[in-house]
T-cell receptor, first 114, second 112 residues
Framework: AQSVTQLGSHVSVSEGALVLLRCNYSSSVPPYLFWYVQYPNQGLQLLLK??????LVKGINGFEAEFKKSETSFHLTKPSAHMSDAAEYFCAVSENSGYSTLTFGKGTMLLVSP | EAQVTQNPRYLITVTGKKLTVTCSQNMNHEYMSWYRQDPGLGLRQIYYSMNVEVTDKGDVPEGYKVSRKEKRNFPLILESPSPNQTSLYFC???????????FGSGTRLTVV
């Protein structure tokens, strides 16, 4: 069985500060890991994904995440927050790239202040 | 444009009145799935389908039905909606190959 834990339901940062959103997973098989973003009143947009290969994954809008197997983590970072980054972020895990259940964390709301 | 289309976007209905939320994808994806999103709970899977005529329960299937008669369509049926089914619903589709899942824009359902 898979599960995802996102530490912190809300994270507040100032514009220009580092963004760090934490995600830990459990999986009985090598995981495929995803980060999605949801802007208010919109659907989910894929930020980035890890399948195999390089453990540092770069996504859209300047975000990146690093897969650390020993820590079962896939934390999302961005060096400098922008007001437009304010949204809810979901970490998710599946057993393969797109042919099995995608299990989500409960989400982290990112608040960006001027 | 590759997309997953859900209808309606918003729906208010009364307890017990059967309703269907439609989902259609134009990417020839084999895998389709329904999720509900509730505050503080994230997204939870209701049902999924790995191909035509193949469906299975997710984590929260009670009170829902699905069908997969065609590859592109995966409607969600609430035979007798209840207020605890008030939620935001998302349809998603995917294929093998590492491209991830494509989500629809969501259907906000209110059952009064």
């Amino acid at each position: 069985a898979q599960s995802v834990t996102q530490l912190g339901s809300h994270v507040s940062v100032s514009e220009g500060a580092l963004v760090l959103l934490r995600c830990n997973y459990s999986s009985s098989v090598p995981p495929y890991l995803f980060w999605y973003v949801q802007y208010p009143n919109q659907g989910l947009q894929l930020l980035l994904k890890y399948t195999t290969g390089a453990t540092l994954v770069k996504g859209i809008n300047g975000f990146e995440a690093e897969f650390k197997k020993s820590e079962t983590s896939f934390h999302l970072t961005k060096p400098s927050a922008h007001m437009s980054d304010a949204a809810e972020y979901f970490c998710a895990v599946s057993e393969n790239s797109g042919y099995s259940t995608l299990t989500f964390g409960k989400g982290t709301m990112l608040l960006v202040s001027p | 444009e590759a997309q997953v289309t859900q209808n309606p976007r918003y729906l208010i209905t009364v307890t017990g009145k059967k309703l269907t939320v439609t989902c259609s994808q134009n990417m020839n994806h084999e895998y389709m799935s329904w999720y509900r999103q509730d505050p503080g709970l994230g997204l939870r899977q209701i049902y999924y389908s790995m191909n035509v005529e193949v469906t299975d329960k997710g984590d929260v299937p009670e009170g829902y039905k699905v069908s997969r008669k065609e590859k592109r369509n995966f409607p969600l049926i609430l035979e007798s909606p209840s207020p605890n089914q008030t939620s935001l619903y998302f349809c998603a589709s995917s294929n093998q190959g590492g491209h991830g899942y494509t989500f629809g824009s969501g259907t906000r359902l209110t059952v009064v």
